[in-house]
């Protein structure tokens, strides 16, 4: 099927067509002060989805201009997380490169009369700058000469001033009906050590400045970016044309990502962290790529979900369901099967020794794959696949009644243990002659297919078992935080084959659930398992 294109390749295909671009470069920006989340991964499949459709180039390009907030530790989260998703930049960038060359723009605007040193607090500055409906007034240093410019920018540099005592502000129009056009600052004075460049700088240049010069430096052709933004294109034009780079790049908006029951911004994230809510940045109930990939979504789904998403002009939230609906596909088609019960009371079975079975890895696979499973005459069962008091329509084990276990015999009950309190302890069956597939009896009716883990050959292990972060509802993200978002089965046992799983593997648990093996599988004894999702949901793609 021939996919529809989007407006941004609406846009380049024109650019191609009219000759105006030969090869087309984008760059994905991201500030080096938190981790990436599901919403970064829809701007990075836009970006690398442009450079792989039109075997282009994309740049990874650090936008490190705000020296306070920055972190190593991010910058290398960032690259982990981009190649996880598969994506291979063409360069690595970073904005405070270009320091140098920034500084030498700004004293070509001084020296074009398009910009001037305000001495205005950042109050003045706000006060002075009207609202929607008025104009805003000039600063009373706006008519300074280009010379008084050129020496106080200096000695901005030099580190004469302190803090906040001056800006460079270009010089637009304070009438402007866009409030961005109206004198913006484009430098302040700030002494904060730079993750890259330590003390060299006590000035630093404004995003908005700073932007579109970084695409223009790199010859970015299409600077995509978020909707936020639209209204200061006019000053991304006005920097980088005014600076020597015409047409430049060219910015392109388009709606960011928005999920419902998740939080998708960094400082909040931050918060979570900080205030110690999550365990870091890669707590698998985090939206953060890190905190996906522990959880154990594949990167593929993730991309899946962004292309299924599509690219809009217009803010929306996406459900979450739909990105868990992507990542149940994914694991459906690729995830081994397994027997694992999480809640064990012992079945005793007469009528059996040991056997052993070949079952199946995955009933969808192309090439179809076997691992042995043991059985004996001992067996865990879920607590609650046996009812002395079942409620109507129950289909599994209860008094009298019959069961299969699944890839094994069907099983009629005999007698069952309580303790003291009145919970089940065990439950004794007879195994039914010949009822394995295959079986003569195999066809007999029984309502129910449970599974089971032999008890003479088993793993202990744990499951993690996570829910969104926030509860439904629109309030502040404060009052929302769900108290449940983690719930721990310390008791759970699995089938001894999954003693060979690896860090990250992933499973169907049958009846229970989609897991992850945590990064530290297997460590000192200890087997856990993060759920990914539940088997079923009742989200509807096609609705
Ligand atoms: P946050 O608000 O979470 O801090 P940000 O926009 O400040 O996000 P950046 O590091 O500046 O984060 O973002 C890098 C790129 O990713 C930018 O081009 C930005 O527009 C894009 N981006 C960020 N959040 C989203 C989102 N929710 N949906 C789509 N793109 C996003
Ligand atoms: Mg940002």
Redesign the pocket.
């Known amino acids: 099927m021939e996919k529809s294109t989007n407006f941004i390749e609406d846009i380049i295909n024109n650019d191609l067509e009219s000759g105006k671009h030969s090869e087309i470069i984008t760059r994905?920006?991201?500030?080096?002060?938190?981790y990436?989340?599901?919403?970064?991964?829809?701007?990075?499949c836009?970006?690398f989805g442009m450079k792989e459709k039109y075997h282009g180039k994309c740049n990874l390009r650090y936008?490190d201009t705000n020296p306070a907030k920055e972190d190593v530790e991010y910058v290398d989260s960032i690259k982990k997380d981009i190649e996880w998703l598969g994506f291979k930049w063409d360069e690595e960038l970073y904005a405070s490169d270009y320091f140098d060359r920034m500084y030498e723009c700004a004293i070509l605007l001084i020296k074009k009369g398009l910009a001037f040193v305000c001495d205005m607090t950042g109050d003045e500055i706000r006060e002075n700058r009207g609202t929607l409906t008025t104009p805003g007034k000039n600063s009373p240093y706006r008519d300074r000469s280009i010379d008084e410019n050129l020496d106080l920018f200096q000695r901005m540099k030099e580190g004469e001033f302190a803090d906040g005592s001056k800006v460079l502000r270009a010089k637009i129009d304070m009438a402007s009906p866009n409030i961005n056009m109206r004198d913006p600052i484009i430098y302040r004075i700030l002494r904060e050590t730079h993750h890259r460049t330590g003390d060299k700088w006590c000035i630093y240049p404004m995003y908005d400045f700073a932007h579109p010069l970084e695409d223009a430096f790199e010859g970015i052709t299409h600077s995509?970016?978020?909707l936020?933004?639209e209204d200061h294109r006019p000053l991304y034009d006005w920097v980088k044309i005014n600076c020597g780079f015409d047409p430049g790049p060219r910015q392109i908006e388009?709606?960011?990502?928005?999920m419902n029951r998740t939080i998708?911004?960094?400082?909040?994230?931050k918060k979570l962290v900080d205030t110690g809510f999550v365990d870091g940045w890669s707590d698998p109930r985090m939206p953060t790529l890190s905190g996906m990939r522990e959880r154990g979504y594949p990167a593929e789904a993730i991309r899946d979900f962004c292309e299924r998403v599509g690219v809009a002009k217009a803010n929306s939230e996406v459900n979450t369901a739909m990105l868990e609906f992507c990542v149940r596909e994914n694991l459906n088609a690729n995830a081994d099967r397994a027997m694992v019960v999480k809640d064990p009371i012992k079945m005793i079975i007469e009528g059996v020794d040991e056997e052993v079975y070949e079952v199946e890895n995955n009933p969808n696979a192309e090439d179809k794959q076997y691992h042995k499973v043991t059985f004996s005459n001992q067996v865990f069962i879920e607590r609650d696949d046996f009812m002395i008091d079942p409620p109507p329509k129950y289909k599994r084990l209860v008094v009298g009644g019959s069961v299969r276990l699944r890839n094994s015999y069907i099983v009629q009950y005999k007698s069952h243990v309580c303790d003291s309190n009145g919970n089940v302890e065990s439950v004794t069956v007879q195994i039914i002659p010949d009822s394995k597939s295959g079986g003569v009896n195999a066809g007999m009716k029984v309502k129910g297919v449970i599974q089971w883990v032999n008890a003479k050959d088993y793993v202990s292990c744990v499951l993690h078992e996570y829910d969104y972060l926030l509860m439904d509802g629109d309030g502040d993200f404060n009052d929302r935080l769900n108290p449940n978002s983690h719930i721990v089965f310390e008791n759970a046992v699995a089938e001894s084959s999954l003693k060979n799983a690896k860090p990250y593997d992933r499973f169907q648990f049958m009846r229970i659930g989609y897991y992850s093996a945590k990064g530290n599988y297997g460590k000192d004894g200890k087997y856990e398992f993060n759920r990914i999702v539940s088997l079923k949901d009742s989200f509807n793609i096609n609705k």
Do not use: Q
């Not at 998708?264 to 994230?269: A, E, G, I, N, V």
């Open positions: 994905f920006p991201p500030e080096p002060n938190g990436l989340h599901i919403g970064h991964a829809k701007s990075l836009i970006n936008d995509i970016c978020t936020e933004f388009f709606a960011r990502l928005n998708m911004s960094k400082r909040y994230l």
